[in-house]
């Protein structure tokens, strides 16, 4: 494997610092790691990668808390038994080729993942389409990015983005559609910042107030989906104010004949009311946009996750081409992209809907790839897109499906259905590094995948830079990387020479030709110059970006080298069914990770947000009887979903708010891919995660509580509500129930046990000892107050713990210790902590804050929320 690159060693540590990429979001960050134990790193940023220089956010900052081993998976399982590589390989071989040999090609799949590096997701692309012949491979991408792909092919011809960070640094006005960059891609958002401090201005379009729309010049909250009549009606503004760019339209852009046509109804007036925002407001944006030639419009899931996402990508798309601002420094529509790799899967082409290399499954490009890869088959026509796959897992047309570094048991939506394919599915394998995930357990086998630390190979970030992912560990136990793993399968299924890949590298130089074969420049996805150096060129290759800056002569790739304006109407916005009267949201929270099977173990990124909460406004909670931290049932036409109800005006009247976060390993309810329809885009397949109708319900409880553990529980919660979060010495469980409290002793260790009750609250509290230090602690009441968490966290490692009555107390004598919910995690500071010095200090600034007591001068997450605080805090003294 790898070599650490001896480049950056710290002054005097002795120790070399290896360069890597983040694990996490699509921005790409670098990051300078150094090995500091068996299982331990030192994270930094790497000052001389250009997507960040030097800077990490939160999840990024604390990536060293989630190398260890605990919860791994280290060896290959067939059923419930540890079985060795040879036979667990052999099986996936023989069924994939015995189910082929049966059914045809099309009764096998893949489903894999934006979190494979591209050497991996290249050699399991070239098996599905070159070799077992059918293109059923998709990707979890479906879910992210496929409506900017398809919106992309659409306008330009082939799937390329069109702008970098550095068009961010050049920008004067920054439009976010879709998108809460300061909590989702907090270090694009940093530099978002800095900008607006040099002068930018920032406008965010977002049905909520995040704390992205919090710090923008204009907040537009429009009305879900209505985003094509917002952007139609900016460009029939544009083309009213003559700000179109008519010698580009001219030169280099194809306009179908009644396009301008199509725009007249998109007056002020008509777009106010069907975004439902004031018409002042709007206009605002409008004179901004049509006054600002350097303007990046930067979107994401807001956009994408739509039943018309392709429409509305190329609704910006439009805007863009039609006044010119493509391919010219701080002016460009930009996709940002998920995931840590999403962007090198799209360049290896393994969606279903693409061939490999951005080629389609044109007869020439069948016929070149075939050659490219001397195969034996070659994928005839595009394969099942995500959901479609999996409801033909569940119909029994998918006989055997190979599942690589997603989690679809949770991630898809109508999860249930999914769950029920699974369990139908005569053979269902899985690739992961956890040994417990929810898609895991319906594995017949499942393989244990090399992770983030033990991996080599390349990532594609946002804005087309290609990075080293470089190892940091050893491989630990039987892990192996995913390349390995699949090639292994290939060899297997017969295509020894095919798949003779021997490292990283080898698959490299084979993507690196395939990106340049008998490439003229009819494909801008190439890689000239690349590949070189042998195995050390590879080793020690510095990021790149590919494509340079796209657009820039005006030529795109198409039949006749013009972009094309895409006509794109507003849907009629659906009017809330009386079942159904409410329209439910749903996305992210700033320190957790999709299914959280990594910032899950990170007990610094557990405290932003401890439960799944339900955000409603005000007007609808009041109207439906729902207090804010009581918990309330989430119904729509597929599911039903438990949540902590949290009461918010940053949420529109009729719209509701849920994580993605929660699974059946960390929560009782909370489950959200249970509530989406599975229903997609018509273009692109990509499912409409943000609004589904949904109707919600308070839930009575008769107790709530929490326990901690050195460890986990004796047995599962079977109570009500019983949402998981790691801390330092073991686990922290918030809990609720309606039945007699008295049976959660059932969940607590042996050892010695103090108590405390209180009959008039109906309060429990219990603390067991073992060894001399605290083993668990369970706080119950009825009516009563429950001590904050922090302390009580603190004493679970300790040797010996406080007094018994300082346990049971949940503080030391006389000794406030409530910080409130964590906002810097870098310096473990909680809400209140931080109010406290705003007052007492006279804080009026985020440097201040920072100043005073360290918030927000590391990794920056949480500068947003500082920002918000302040201002809340001005507002109040006001
Ligand atoms: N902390 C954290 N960061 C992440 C991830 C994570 O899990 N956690 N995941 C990564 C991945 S894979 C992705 S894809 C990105 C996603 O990054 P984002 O797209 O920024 O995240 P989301 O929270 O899914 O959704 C963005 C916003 O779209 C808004 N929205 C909903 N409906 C509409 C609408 O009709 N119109 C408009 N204009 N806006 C709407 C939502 O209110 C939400 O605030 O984040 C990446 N970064
Ligand atoms: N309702 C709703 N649903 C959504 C979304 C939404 O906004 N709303 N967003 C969608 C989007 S944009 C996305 S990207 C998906 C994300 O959804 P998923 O992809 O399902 O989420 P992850 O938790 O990232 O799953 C990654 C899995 O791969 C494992 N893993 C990590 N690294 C490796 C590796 O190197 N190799 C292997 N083999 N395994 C590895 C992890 O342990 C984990 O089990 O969710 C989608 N689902
Ligand atoms: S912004 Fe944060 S999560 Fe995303 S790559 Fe950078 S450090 Fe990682
Ligand atoms: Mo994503």
Redesign the pocket.
Known sequence: MTAPLPTLSPEGSGLSAIRTTCA???VGCGISATVTGERAVRIAGDADHPANRGRLCS?GTHLGETVGLEGRLLHPTIGSKRASWDKALDLVAKRFRDTIAQHGPNSVAFYVS?QLLTEDYYVANKLMKGFIGSANIDTNSRL??SSAVAGHVRAFGEDVVPASYDDLDAADLIVL?????A???PIVYQRIRARCEAGAKLVV????R?ETAEQADLHLP?R????VALMNGALAWCRDQGVLDQAFLADHVAVPADFWAGLESFDLWSVARACDVPAAEVRRFYELFAGTPRTVTMF????N??LAGTDQVNAILNLHLATGRIGKPGAAPFSI???PN?MGGREVGGLASTLAAHMDFAPENRALVQRFWSSPAIAEKPGLKAVDLFRAVGEGRIKALWIMATNPAVSMPDAARVRDALATCPFVVVSDVMEKTDTGGFAHVRLPAAGWGEKDGTVTNSERMISRQRALFPLPGEARPDWWIVKEVGRRMGWKSAFAYDRPADIWREHVRLANYRNDGARLFALPGQGGGGNAGYDEMAPFRWGGTPFADGHFPTPDGRARLVPVAQKPIAQPLSQWPLTL??????????TMTRTGLAPKLARHRAEPLVEIHPDDAARIGICDGALARVATPQGESLYRATISDAQRPGEL?VP??WTDHTSSGGRTGMLPRPLTDPESGQPGF??TPATIAPVATRWRGFALFAGEPARPFDCLWATRITVAAGSLWELAGDGDPARLDRFLPGGERVEAVDHARGTRRIAILADGRLAAALFVTERGELPTRDWLIKQLGEAPPAAAAALLAGRPAGVTVDRGPIVCTCFDLGLRTILAAIRERQLTDVAAVGAAIGAGTNCGSCRPALARLLQSENTHAA
């Open positions: 996490y979001c699509g999840k934006g992210c990015m559609v879709g998108s809460n960059t909590w989702c891609h379009i977002d049905p909520r995040t429009i879900p989906g209505s985003d994401s899931q807001g956009i996750q739509s992209t998920g995931q999403a949201n749903t996305g992210r929270y700033r320190d957790h990770w999709h708010f993605i976060h943000k609004s």
